[in-house]
């Protein structure tokens, strides 16, 4: 029943996070330090022990290093020149934008983790639309493109790596090979369809 009560207040925290200001990893640590709270109160501390062995470091390593690599190229001025490029080989039109918004979204999406790439994107996304006069369509495109794209690889997402982190821990390993050849040329599909979505709803 605690449990119960700890994850429905993470569904909370997180569905009113814009209005209490609270950052999901925010969110994240306080929901975990709960969880180890309740745990120990129900089943001891040796319970606890076992949960913080079990903790996958290696994806949270990569993670950190992930998230630090994102933030230095939104401190040292890369996205804005990734904005002005891309408003600059678009010629400020916005089907041409669009494309460029979903399918480099995509290919960066299957090498970069999706979530701090499209929190990142976010700003430049803001420049275009302030420069071009579009915005929503380029939310749609960041959105679709981010998603999707993900799907790509074995590191595209926080699924992918999880998945495939508790799948060779139980003995049944996924190589980029195998991954790939299921899902790449899927993801490629998806992008093309939801181009001609995006073109047949707002362009």
């Not at 745990?39 to 022990?49: E, F, P």
């Not at 804005?80 to 678009?90: C, G, H, L, M, N």
């Not at 420049?127 to 679709?144: E, F, H, N, P």
């Not at 074995?154 to 899902?183: D, E, F, H, L």
Request: with cysteine; aromatic share 8%.
């Amino acid at each position: 029943l605690a449990s119960a009560g700890v994850f429905l207040l993470a569904v909370i925290l997180l569905v009113t996070h814009a209005m209490t200001e609270l950052s999901v990893a925010c969110i994240g640590v306080l929901v975990a330090a709960l969880t180890l709270l309740v745990a120990c109160l129900t089943n001891g501390k040796q319970t606890v022990a076992e949960i913080i062995k079990a903790v996958d470091y290696k994806t949270l390593l990569f993670f950190v290093g992930l998230f630090v690599s994102v933030s230095g190229l939104e401190e040292t001025g890369v996205l804005d020149i990734i904005a002005q490029f891309i408003t600059a080989v678009s010629g400020g039109k916005p089907a041409v934008i669009v494309v460029i918004i979903l399918w480099v979204s995509a290919l960066t999406s299957a090498f970069v983790d999706n979530i701090p790439f499209a929190a990142t994107m976010i700003p430049v996304i803001r420049s275009i639309a302030a420069a071009s006069g579009i915005d929503l369509v380029l939310s749609w495109a960041l959105s679709l493109g981010t998603d999707f794209g993900g799907n790509a690889t074995p590191i595209g997402a926080s699924a992918n790596v999880v998945g495939t982190s508790v799948a060779a821990k139980g003995g049944y390993p996924i190589g980029w090979g195998r991954y790939c050849r299921y899902c790449a040329g899927a993801t490629v599909l998806v992008i093309a369809v939801s181009t001609g979505y995006l073109f047949l709803r707002y362009l």
